[in-house]
């Protein structure tokens, strides 16, 4: 990789075009364990490139998706290994820092030159050109308005409403906005069957998931007076249902709606004394500061992180920094 490159934040929208400039072999990825706000965009801008711009090729690079993303056009073509491969331009979506690409960080590095579009407060702006808008519900929010609409086709449209739809949590969240519904009112009017896409990709469960919810609902605990609640999976309890990461989507929701609660955590464990953490919040707790402190990161009420020790230790240790917020309020 070239060395000293400067790094550059593009506060103003560019169009793709701009950014892109002349650009022939692409290569675009997102975070690892893809949500659909990442598969939405990435699959968003593969489709735009491929329909758009005949001079370019683009690949996609990702861990496999769940399932319930096979429905966006072309997610056959996502390569989920990485490549001795040098591109013109290495595009990342939806990640806040370089450590979340493994293992497509030595093809970022090898790369002419780099691009980050994204929405997380927490982005540390590492790629040559930057569009971050903290503000924006989505990753593929901040990317639609790169794009020619009049170019956005069916296809692309149907990707990129499925990452707007799961980081609003169906437009419920404090990050929906004005412009949120503009745009998802936009890419309906593409014809997209809106409705199945809710369904299928973000509420539909199949019965084991319904079983390991409804576990991890009746083992939660509250504490502080009932303002916080925590579950937890083990790997034991993920090979007795034979699910993974993947199938655990929802289940932080589900803990964060419960009455009185502030804030709700948690966690599955990844590997003897390893845990993904997610974090959510209602109205007073940054748990995006919370999970940087470890590592992580994401949004003011919506974050996550990995962190090392027994459940009790991580609890007590993300008790402590909401406690201390609590307290500040």
Known sequence: ??????KQSVNRMNNIADLIGNAKNVAITGHIRPDGDCVG?????????????????PDVYLEKPGNEFDFIANTDNIRYEAEAKI????????CSDLDRIEPFKSMYDSARSTLCIDHHIS???YADVNVVDGDASSTCEVLYRLLDKNLVSKTVAEAIYTGIIHDTGVFK????????MQAAGELMSKGIDFTSIIDNSFYKKTYV???????????SVLFYGGKCIFSSVTKADMDFYHVTGKDLGGIIEQLRLTDGVEVAIFLYE????????????????DVSKIAVKYGGGGHIRAAGCTMYGTVHDIINNLGEQIEYQLEKA
């Open 173 to 180: 969240y404090s990050s929906t906005s004005v412009n949120t």
């Open 270 to 285: 990844l590997s003897p004394s390893e845990y993904k953490v997610s974090l959510r919040s209602k109205k007073i707790v």
């Open 41 to 57: 965009s990435c699959m968003g801008l593969y489709n735009y490139l491929k329909e758009n711009f005949r001079n370019i090729a």
């Open 123 to 125: 982005n540390t702006r």
């Open 87 to 94: 591109y013109d331009l290495f595009i990342v979506l939806d």
């Open 1 to 6: 990789m070239p060395m000293n490159r400067m």
């Open 209 to 219: 998931q319904n079983q390991i919810l409804g576990r991890v609902l009746l083992e």
